[in-house]
């Protein structure tokens, strides 16, 4: 990660400690660790942390066990690297005192419940008067542009996954598993290049594809039926994230009428984006065009969501949402039909906002969805 982003970054998130009247900031999250330091080391399951980083107005710590040590190390250039080799807690406790903590900034939704009480209870024993504030709203909206380096590297790994998809569509045939395709798919987009999924690919067939977030079976593909497939892949820390649908042979009149609705009612939505609307206006779009239809109610979820170091951030294209839009977003339009006991189709394109409209960054195309 290029030095000059994560200077800027640094500078930024300390001009908000200021206005918060905060002299330190804990960051415990993988994201926003990788987004202030560079530093590429991720949180295990529960309770297993690569380490945190401390904020300050002078001071700038990344502190981790002997298992990241070197690698955090090679890859940080203005932090100081604290080895801890006690526990996770009394490293954070100790460091807010070392650094005469007073008012700290906490990223609460970085941090189980297990570690804050362990932490408070270390700041107890060291007889630490501290105040804690959550700073995760400020948090959640500080990655929310992109800027030209991170929009390449989206690209980038929506290339490989669109790519490797290409390759995928020719592999499909009738009898082949859920469980099957879904690897085949995750197979591909590793060996062009991907550093791993952007989240576990979702292969769902006939009846299963009313399910959104369907986990691959081992049902097999029939012929005529909905194959709904979402994928992405994760390349220097950022994601990718695309969902096509295809049949079989031959798409029963359903099929086509449904993936036409659902075309449609996705092009509304992305010609009516530009800076100044809000979220909820472009989700309305959709979900009027689609609730026009005898499908009225078969759309809901949210349309879409904004992307970048996790696949899930702001801003939500939700019909609750009043964000306003702005330039160097990037965000995914994924309208979807869903009927019970048939199945569904959802089509789902990542999309820059640009200062006039939006820029379609996907360069696969819907046509050819027979296969």
């Known amino acids: 990660m290029k030095n000059i982003n994560i200077k800027n970054r640094i500078k930024r998130l300390k001009n908000e400690i200021l206005k918060k009247g905060l002299d330190t900031i804990i960051i415990f999250s993988d994201e926003n660790r990788r987004y202030l330091s560079g530093y590429t080391g991720e949180n295990g399951s529960y309770a297993e942390t690569a380490g945190f980083i401390v904020i300050t107005k002078n001071q700038l710590i990344l502190a981790c066990d002997f298992r990241y040590y070197e690698q955090a190390q090679n890859e940080t250039d203005f932090y100081t690297v604290i080895l801890y080799k006690e526990s996770f807690s009394k490293a954070v406790s100790d460091i807010l005192q070392s650094v005469n903590a007073k008012k700290v900034g906490i990223e609460s939704l970085g ?8 932490i408070k209870k270390q700041n107890s024993n060291n007889r630490l008067n501290i105040e804690v504030i959550a700073i995760d709203e400020t948090l959640k909206f500080f990655r929310i542009k992109k800027d030209e380096y991170e929009i390449e590297i989206i690209k980038n790994a929506l290339a490989i996954a669109e790519t490797s ?5 020719e592999k499909i045939c009738k009898g082949m598993t859920e ?5 085949i798919l995750e197979k591909l987009m590793r060996e062009n290049g991907a550093d791993s999924m952007s989240f576990k690919v979702i292969a769902a067939s006939g009846k299963n594809s009313a399910f959104p977030h369907a986990i691959p079976s081992k049902r097999k593909f029939n012929i ?5 497939f979402d994928f992405g892949t994760k390349l220097d820390g950022y994601c990718s994230d695309t969902t096509r649908t295809l049949v079989i042979k031959k798409p029963d009149d359903q099929f086509k009428q449904i993936y036409e609705i659902v075309f449609q009612a996705q092009k509304k939505a992305i010609d009516k984006i530009k800076p100044g609307v809000k979220a909820s206006f472009i989700d309305k779009i959709a979900r009027e065009y689609i609730d026009s239809t005898k499908f009225k109610g078969k759309f809901k979820h949210s349309l879409g969501h904004g992307v970048g170091m996790a696949i899930h951030e702001e801003p939500r294209l939700s019909r609750f949402n009043d964000m306003i839009l702005k330039p160097e977003m990037v965000v995914t339009i994924e309208p979807g039909i869903y009927v019970p006991e048939w199945g569904g189709i959802r089509l789902e394109n990542m999309i820059k906002i640009t200062n006039h409209g939006a820029e379609v960054l996907n360069t696969m195309g819907y046509d050819n969805y027979i296969v």
């Not at 189980?112 to 362990?118: C, L, M, Q, V």
């Not at 998809?165 to 569509?169: C, N, P, S, Y």
């Open 179 to 183: 469980k099957q395709a879904a690897w």
């Open 224 to 228: 005529s039926e909905p194959l709904v």
């Open 165 to 169: 998809f290409m390759q995928f569509k």
């Open 111 to 118: 941090l189980t419940y297990y570690h804050y009480k362990e």
